[in-house]
């Protein structure tokens, strides 16, 4: 199976992600001992720049890592990998980009002292997207039932660490019913987010979303239509728990991540909803595009 090219950039080092570029003892790859943030770019910019570099800051805070590079390095640093990647596949299209920080390498064993000092590893690909049947149809999704979201207190949503675990086992699941994407909850039965998307629902007209103390990441994305796009769509917002059995009284669902932004959820676990051209989640995707638009007009000093 063909795969698209992926480029790197490893400390500085540029190279096809195909290759290798860190050691064995990396704590990032034997611990999951790591950081990252993925920014999208929409007309070339570097989106919503700023909130996730805070991000990246707070859960760097959390994990007591220390960031030996600033903003403006790491800026360039991607400029470099984006151009490396523009010279293998030329083209307008928007790309992802990973930034991921890791403690460093050092002798095997769990003391962060063992640690030299923290490295990253910058990856850049196509954006990607759903095929347009997708997004006509809407994502199907499935609750998962064998395991629950991690609790805070023990290792929190909210960091965006090199630990997905969780995720990925509860995806697993929801994968082998046939859905496209899963819905996790936590210890109390709440809903908390997808496996890479925060989930939002519509009822009586206005968005609902799961709080933060459901056990979730602060999505870029969740935060932004909170925060302001879903009034300029003309949609009330708010946070409010959530559960399965709540399902049936929402009139739309959809997931929101940073490389898709607005996702229409056609059904979870048969429970349908609506969706299509005049929908809450249509009008509010065509909202966030006005959004991301401006802020790219705006911001012609993150062009990458």
Known sequence: MATHYIQANTNGLLHPASEPSISPLNRGFLYGDAIYEVWRTYHGVLFAWEEHWRRLRDSAKALHMELEFTPAQILSEIRRAVAGYRTRVPGPADLYVRLQVTRGAGPIGLDVALA???????????????????????????VATTLRRNPAQSLD?????????????????????????????????????????????????GIVTPPLSAGILAGITRSL????????????????TIRPEDFGSMEECMLLSTTKDV??????????????????????????????????????????
Not at 226 to 240: C, D, H, K, N, Y
Not at 275 to 298: N, P, T
């Open 116 to 142: 030299d000092s923290p490295g990253f590893v910058i990856l850049v690909q196509p954006c990607p997207d759903l095929s347009p049947e997708k997004w006509r149809e809407g994502m199907r999704l499935s």
């Open 225 to 240: 239509v909170l925060g302001g796009i879903a009034a300029s769509a003309g949609v009330a917002a708010s946070e409010e």
């Open 263 to 304: 996702v229409p959820v056609a059904e979870i676990d048969g429970v349908r909803f609506r969706r299509g051209g005049d929908s809450v989640s249509a009008r509010l995707k065509a909202a966030f595009a006005k959004a991301a638009g401006e802020y790219a007009a705006a911001h012609q000093e993150l062009l990458a």
């Open 157 to 205: 949503p909210a960091w965006k660490t090199g630990n997905y675990l969780n995720n990925l086992l509860c995806l697993r699941e929801a994968r082998s019913r046939g859905a496209d994407e899963v819905v996790i909850l936590n210890a109390a039965g709440e809903v908390t987010e997808a496996s890479v998307s925060n989930i939002a629902f519509v009822r009586a007209g």
